[in-house]
């Protein structure tokens, strides 16, 4: 089945610096892509959804590029803040009728510090 | 917009107790699903349901039951507690077809 490495496992970067997650998934069906983010003692946001046919989605700071060829995700902040902090998913889903299921990647633990 | 509540938000329970989590979800979506997240090992799912009285197996359904009572509820049950189970629950919910999910809050499980 569909496995999802997601790296680094945790990340810290200085405020105003960019911060970059990777995704790599196995499945060539895969065909929808999410990333979410978790603050402590809460549950996922989802931040962004990408379908197959985009290689790239810009919103609010976020930027998500889907390498295909490479079965690649990520995910770059563009200038982080402490706001920020906190841990980020990856998951991703086949087309067709199994697309109830997400696979997610382990998450990378974000800090911007001041 | 809508909302996922769960109840409780932290449950402490015995070894060998029958534990049940509750959800509750007001977008009006099909499919609810319940996930379990351990540190450093991200989500699996425990079970789905696409419909009221639907029951689906995830990846890791073993140990659990699962019930939707109705449309806007999905409650899991851990029929007997342990304390490698320590965990947070979540559960989601999304529209048929559509894998993007949204969650609530979990529920922090410590097994004593």
């Known amino acids: 089945g569909e496995q999802v490495e997601q790296r680094p496992p945790h990340l810290s970067v200085p405020e105003g610096d960019s911060a970059v997650i990777i995704c790599t998934y196995t499945d060539s069906a895969t065909a929808y892509f999410y990333w979410y983010k978790q603050e402590p003692g809460a549950g996922l946001q989802l931040l962004m959804s990408?379908?197959?046919?985009?290689d790239r989605k810009e919103e609010q700071g976020l930027t998500v590029l889907l390498n295909k060829k490479d079965k690649q995700l990520s995910l770059n902040l563009t200038a982080a803040h402490p706001g920020d902090s906190a841990v980020y998913f990856c998951a991703v889903s086949a087309s067709g009728g199994s697309n109830y299921k997400l696979t997610f990647g382990k998450g990378t633990l974000l800090t911007v510090t001041p | 917009g809508g909302i996922i509540t769960q109840t409780p938000k932290f449950l402490i329970g015995q070894e060998g107790q029958k534990l049940t989590l509750k959800c509750q979800q007001n977008f009006n979506h099909d499919t609810m699903y319940w996930y379990r997240q351990d540190s450093g090992k991200g989500l699996r799912l425990i079970y789905y349901s696409i419909t009221e009285n639907d029951l689906q197996k995830g990846d890791l359904s073993e140990g659990y039951d699962a019930s939707r009572e109705k449309k806007s509820s999905f409650s899991l049950t851990v029929t007997s507690a342990q304390k490698n189970e320590m965990a947070v629950f979540l559960c989601?919910?999304?529209?048929?077809?559509?894998?993007?999910?949204?969650f609530g809050p979990g529920t922090r499980l410590t097994v004593l």
């Open positions: 990408v379908f197959s046919n985009v």
């Open positions: 989601a919910s999304s529209t048929t077809g559509n894998a993007e999910q949204f």
